[in-house]
């Protein structure tokens, strides 16, 4: 095992240090409800002070950027972010693997990286001499938004072994679809995969250890509806469809006919279930404005869970399990 | 009334908070000029410590971005700047809204816009649940410049009831021009509008209520001179110029030789006369070289204010009014 | 002398300066080693508390852009950075010298500016009340990354006096080359310019005053090799390669035939010999991938000591000289 731990996916955690972990999310949640005032008086013990983090994003993104910003900034961390435009040119043909080998000279600890590239995040944590996290790499994996998600479930419900967590829209191509069934099954959740054919992946291979949840693969939406607790919407990027309908798109009126979340489907949920979506989301796509307004309508949430997990996450990377703070 | 306070434009203050901000930014002149060993001891006094903002600033800005950022940062706050170009990219098509919702779920307290669109900072502070600052949208307003201009003028004169301020330029684009007019007036000062045709308003509305100073439109600059105690420059936009005068342009010559601030014009001035510019100013257009090094020249101070008057808003709008800091 | 200390190249520095900058950037070699429980403790203590800080890179740079922002950051300062794109568009026209003497009036203390103009920061430094730092302009000088060479020298071998160190590569158009090999010569060191005639000065003018150290332009690596106690190589721009050998432009196979660093080479190096690179630097141009684990590479010691560096030349600017600080 490598000195210095690092989040590329979620096999990265043990069961051990995922629960801690949404313990951890959970005072940070309550610490950051408290407001202004609180921080003041903790402002000593800040468990990121004098801890340097660099935030590298080759893709554009508003909200996991902020996020993690704002993560940083409340622990107290000094915070360089260097934006792709920047790099490509200031990098002058160097390896991506000898600017980071630059980095951890400097004295970064942390190196935040989103990326187009599957894998992009690992390959430069052999060779970074710090803690790398995984802010999306390609299709591959985005380990934050999984944890940020199953912390909103849990928040709802506790316990999560047995509950049925439905994902809605293009499985194949998301990198949140993958990371966030890895976890579920997991946690004991059971995962069921919606979308069309050209949306969902051929077969799904369970993994032996470790995996206590099942996986159904299926096109048929409105048959689980009523049987889940939680539905989570994925963004369907505009630029699949196709009115002709080539192979790996997909038929605009179709695909809202029959996996549209509105309000119809809505009143066929369970009282107590919740709707979810990584954000942004297309109005009129894969969700109408009744759901934006719908009681179990946890987006919100979710957002707010998002810094608190990488509070915890940025936390237990660079001071590993601690006892509770006293918050 | 909202339950979090925005600054979208002036009529968002009172009389008296307005000279509650007004005294408050002279405390944070005092503060900052005691430099940089008083910050230290203050520390844990910090009135923004915790609390985050977000810069977005959809026009290139230097110095109203690098006051805010000043602001907000001596006041202790955790600051994350959005910048235009990856904003664009990054919001994949999400309304302006649904950014500022996911912002405000995400703990951001303070969103600060500038906005080519009138009305844009309005149209944000209705869905986020926390405080917008108005920082300039389209030809509609810009307060905090208002606010830094009248606080120069204060600092200068003491109460400005009954001063007379000329305000020369391009009246009609100028969100500058608008907001600092409103505000004059509510604080008794009489207010020359001045540039040629095309630059002004056909006829100026005098609202009913709070507003004590007269206005007085003119095209005839040198009859005022002798009367003002402060000229208000304006840029002048060099793409407004035409050599064949279209409709909306003016011919520079002629510009220059009827409203251009020079040594003439400065020594028909009375002697405790000011000249202002709220930046940045065109040497040989809207004034000349000598009125750099004139005594009565304030840009400096009003620059410095700028600091003081944001962070004077910033305090106002998270922590409301409070009894005087003993700095 | 300017009551603000800037720094814009060597000449700046006393030698009583230069060596105190050395010692204070052991100190803070020291302190980051300690890691990040120390700052909390010195926190109090922190040498650029309420400093405003703005970088101002025009030219793209990772590297030094990175390594200024988390020396300004370690000390405690607000920091602002405006980037070139957004700048060009935000001055709207207004000259250089207007925007730093903005920036100044709005409280900035220190300007850290990168430009491919030569003697930019001299120009701006005229009229900016601050301290103005050079990050580098154009092919004239790059004061702090000579700094942390010569840091990095004398933490290898204590006094450089006598000590010979070769540099390689494109000598004339090199910022580094130009500003290190006055620094070495300060101190006593002797160099040799050494590259393709292409890539040398016709002579090299010495100056009479506080110049110590001996000068030797040569294209024979070969030979000097055994004799040399450091080497640093240069970058070598690809775009200056031409297999058609234009004026200005040299052949790249015989470059790395006569001046590439390689294995053989370094076997010829004295037991205690070290190797340097500003970065970064092109694998199988100017050196081939076994002096990457050579032991006497000291390119991450440089890139540590540019932390450090950089916080002694903030702490001494702004503070000037003090006595060592308690660490």
Redo the contacts between chains.
């Keep these: 095992m490598r000195a210095r731990r690092s989040l590329l996916d979620l096999d990265d955690l043990s069961g051990e240090e995922l629960t801690y972990l949404f313990e951890r999310a959970r005072e940070f949640d309550l610490l950051?409800s408290m407001?202004?005032?609180?921080?003041?008086r903790e402002?000593?013990n800040?468990p990121?002070?004098?801890?340097?983090c660099?935030n590298m994003f080759f893709e554009?993104?508003?909200?996991t950027?902020?996020?993690f910003?704002?993560a940083e900034?409340?622990l107290g961390a000094?915070?360089?972010n260097?934006?792709p435009?920047?790099?490509s040119?200031?990098?002058?043909?160097?390896?991506d693997e000898?600017?980071a080998?630059?980095?951890s000279?400097?004295?970064?600890?942390v190196l935040v990286l989103r990326h187009p590239e599957a894998e992009y995040p690992r390959r430069i944590s052999m060779v970074f001499d710090g803690h790398v996290i995984n802010a999306g790499d390609g299709t591959h994996a985005h380990p934050t938004q999984a944890l940020l998600d199953i912390h909103t479930l849990r928040e709802e419900f506790g316990d999560i072994t047995g509950r049925n967590v439905a994902i809605v829209g293009d499985i194949l191509h998301s990198r949140v679809a993958h990371s966030l069934t890895h976890g579920l099954r997991r946690m004991g959740a059971n995962v069921a995969l919606v979308g069309p054919e050209t949306f969902l992946p051929d077969s799904y291979t369970v993994a032996a250890e470790s995996s206590n949840g099942a996986v159904t693969v299926t096109r048929d939406f409105d048959t689980i509806i009523p049987d889940v607790d939680a539905i989570v919407l994925l963004?369907i990027?505009?630029e699949r469809f196709s009115s002709e309908n080539h192979a790996g798109t997909i038929d605009d009126r179709e695909y809202i006919e029959r996996f549209q979340l509105h309000g119809k489907r809505l009143a066929k949920l369970s009282p107590d279930a919740i709707v979810m979506h990584p954000?942004?989301?297309?109005?009129g796509v894969e969700l109408d404005d009744s759901v934006l307004s719908f009681t179990g309508w946890r987006?919100?949430?979710q957002?707010?869970h998002?810094?608190s997990v990488r509070m915890a996450v940025l936390d237990f990377l660079?001071n590993g399990i601690r006892a509770g703070v006293k918050l």
């Design positions: 950051q407001g202004a005032s609180h921080y003041l402002e000593m800040l990121l002070r004098g801890v340097a660099v554009q993104s508003t909200r950027f902020t996020s910003n704002l900034l409340r000094d915070v360089v260097l934006s435009k920047d790099l040119l200031a990098t002058k043909g160097e390896s000898d600017t080998i630059t980095l000279a400097m004295g970064i600890s963004r990027q505009r954000g942004p989301y297309n109005r987006y919100a949430k957002i707010a998002g810094v660079v």
